[in-house]
Every structure is written in structure tokens, then in C-alpha cells.
């Protein structure tokens, strides 16, 4: 029999990688979408401007077509873990060195990066920021920041980013979450895992479906009264290809619910095993489907000497209009 990569839930696990889309771009494609973007920039001066962002899904029409068949394709398979374009053009010289610190990585050189990764979300939805995290930046940066190295946030490096669904905590939560690694020299891994629907046992299933779980907010969001801590169910959606939401630090049982207890461990117990490591490396984008896998990122010692990873994120919804009573009015993007 042939081995069919048909990219449903019921894959067998050699096929488990069909589910890690990779495009490389040939060097022609990379330089026009750099050209892309780089015009926008010149046209919108920055990477956030409100007009460049409603405009983005329009602009990038004008994408090389390989890349807009390998978005789309993310866009409508509902069992994507990964969707990575990989040979993007980053100039290491004029970008100069990684900053010390997010707030110091709004660059002018990093711009036109920003643009790209707006660019290439736009074919899969609509970019939204958080009041609470990186000043309400639409275009946020990872770095790893001295001070920061054990933090359970994304600037940490000596210790393993436990994985998370980004922003677990809050209803308003991407559906994709992009990262562009400007530079990533040494190959540190970001790190996926999924539910394997078949392995769950249905009561615990049954469990995980009802609102008896604690999502607290992350540790990335500077909240000024103090987390809230909603009653969530981790899973939801169809049994066979559930929608996940979970953060392996910041999720608890409800008080006294000893059954929620244990299948919030037997989870835990089960992405901790699925935890696969994907490489973005230098100049590729990757876009996480952030209801299929929770993500993390490896352990790595930083430098801080200029040359330590750098990446840029933009968090993504299919449908803004989804986010509206997060945010304060319909013009903006930014939710709190
Ligand atoms: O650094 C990475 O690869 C992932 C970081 C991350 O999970 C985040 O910033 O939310
Ligand atoms: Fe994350």
C-alpha cells in the first residue's frame, strides 16, 4: 500500500511531519517579496502604521505566487501544526546588532522585516496587539534580555519557555501566532506539540471539554489588578481535531476539583511527550496554528553580545471582528 499524506488527525506518526508545511523560496522569490516589502515600507514608513495594516491583505496580492499557494493552503487546512517559508533575505550587516532589550528593537534597519511578516499574515488574517504587552506593539520582538534569563517569559534563555497557546488566558487569543527569525545563528528551537486525539481516554476527554481549568494570564502581560483567572475547558471543537488551550505554567484544576486535577496532568503529561522541535533558522517565517499546537522554545545560552536570536512576532485572528469586545473602539487593534 502507498502512504498517502492526506494531512488529516489520523495520520500515522511517520507521517506526523506532513503537518510541518515548509516552503523554501527559490532567491528570485525572496528577493521580490523583500522588494515587496521594502516599497511598502518606503510608501507607510513603518511596519505598524494603521494604513499599511488595512491595506496589507490587498498589498500582498503582490506576493511571488509560491508563497501565496503555501499561505492559502495554511489558511484552509484545519490540521496544520506549522507553516514555515524558509530563504527569506536578511542583510546580517545592515540589520546590525540584536538589541539588549525589547523596547530598544523597533529599529529603522529591522523595519522592512516587520513589513514582510505583515505582509505574509495578512494572506492568512488580521494582526492584533495587547495594551498589556511590549507598550501595545502590533510588531513585537523576542530576544533573549540580561536579568530575564530565568524569567518564564519569551525574553528568557537558560531556561526552557514552557509551551503555551499564545495568550491561552484570554477569549481574544490568535488564531496564528508569526515569527520571523532575523537571526538565529546558533539554531535554537522553537518547540510544538498537539493533542493526539486517538490516545485521549474519553473520560478524560470528557473532563478537558468542561470549564473546570484556571487560565491565569502569562507572565508576558503587565496587568495592573492582578490576573483574573477565567474557568475555561482546555478542549473544544470536534472530538476528532480539538482546538486546544492550555499553558503549561499558568493553567490550574479549579479549587477542590481533584478529577480536573488529574486530567490536566494526564495532558500535561501527554504534550510534554508530543513536544517536537522545529527549527526556524535565520531568515524563515514561520506561522504557528495556534489552536492546533501549543508552542515553547528550547533552553540556550545567550551572548549579549549582538549576535544572540532575534525574532519578530505579529499575533493573528481569522476574524477581527471576533476581538471587537476586547478592544476599546473598531479602529483599533490593540486588545485591553
Ligand atoms: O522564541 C520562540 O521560538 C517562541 C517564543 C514564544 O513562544 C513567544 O514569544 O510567545
Ligand atoms: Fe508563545
Same mark, same amino acid.
Given at each position: ?281 535565520? @531568515? ?7 489552536? $492546533?499546537? %501549543?508552542?515553547?522554545? !528550547? =533552553?540556550? &545560552?545567550? #551572548?549579549?553580545? @549582538? ?7 505579529? $499575533?493573528? %485572528?481569522?476574524?477581527? !471582528? =471576533?476581538? &471587537?469586545? #476586547? ?10
Amino acid at each position: 500500500m502507498t502512504a498517502v499524506a492526506t494531512a488529516t488527525p489520523t495520520l500515522p506518526d511517520h507521517l506526523a511531519d506532513s503537518r510541518h508545511h515548509v516552503l523554501d523560496l527559490t532567491l528570485r522569490d525572496a528577493r521580490a517579496a523583500h522588494a515587496l516589502a521594502a516599497s511598502c515600507l518606503e510608501t507607510y514608513k513603518a511596519a505598524d502604521d494603521r494604513r499599511f495594516l488595512d491595506e496589507a491583505p490587498v498589498l500582498a496580492h503582490e506576493l511571488p505566487l509560491p508563497v501565496r499557494r503555501h499561505l492559502n493552503s495554511a489558511r484552509r487546512d484545519e490540521a496544520t501544526h506549522v507553516t514555515v517559508i524558509r530563504g527569506n533575505v536578511v542583510d546580517q550587516a545592515a540589520l546590525g546588532p540584536t538589541p539588549a532589550h525589547w523596547s530598544e528593537a523597533d529599529t529603522e534597519a529591522s523595519q522592512v522585516y516587520g513589513c514582510l511578516l505583515v505582509l505574509y499574515a495578512a494572506l492568512l488574517g488580521d494582526v492584533t496587539g495587547w495594551a498589556t504587552q511590549q507598550a501595545g506593539r502590533l510588531v513585537t520582538d523576542i530576544l533573549p534580555s540580561k536579568g530575564f534569563e530565568t524569567s518564564l517569559i519569551s525574553a528568557s534563555s537558560e531556561l526552557e519557555l514552557a509551551w503555551h497557546t499564545e495568550d491561552a488566558f484570554s477569549p481574544y487569543r490568535a488564531d496564528w501566532v508569526g515569527l520571523f527569525a532575523l537571526r538565529n545563528a546558533a539554531e535554537v528551537p522553537t518547540t510544538v506539540a498537539h493533542v493526539d486525539a486517538r490516545r485521549v481516554p474519553e473520560r478524560v476527554r470528557a473532563v478537558l471539554s468542561e470549564p473546570r481549568f484556571v487560565a491565569l494570564p502569562d507572565a508576558a502581560h503587565e496587568f495592573a489588578d492582578g490576573p483574573a483567572g477565567d474557568l475555561v475547558p482546555i478542549l473544544e471543537g470536534h472530538p476528532d481535531l480539538p482546538v486546544l488551550r492550555i499553558d503549561r505554567d499558568f493553567f490550574r484544576a479549579r479549587e477542590g476539583d481533584a478529577e480536573a486535577a488529574g486530567a490536566l496532568a494526564w495532558i500535561t503529561a501527554h504534550l510534554d511527550a508530543n513536544l517536537t522541535d522545529v527549527v526556524v533558522p535565520t @531568515g524563515a517565517v514561520c506561522f504557528v496554528d495556534n489552536r $492546533n499546537v %501549543v508552542h515553547g522554545r !528550547r =533552553r540556550f &545560552r545567550a #551572548g549579549f553580545d @549582538g549576535g544572540d536570536r532575534w525574532l519578530k512576532r505579529v $499575533n493573528l %485572528v481569522r476574524d477581527l !471582528r =471576533r476581538t &471587537r469586545p #476586547g478592544r476599546l473602539d473598531g479602529a483599533t487593534r490593540v486588545i485591553g
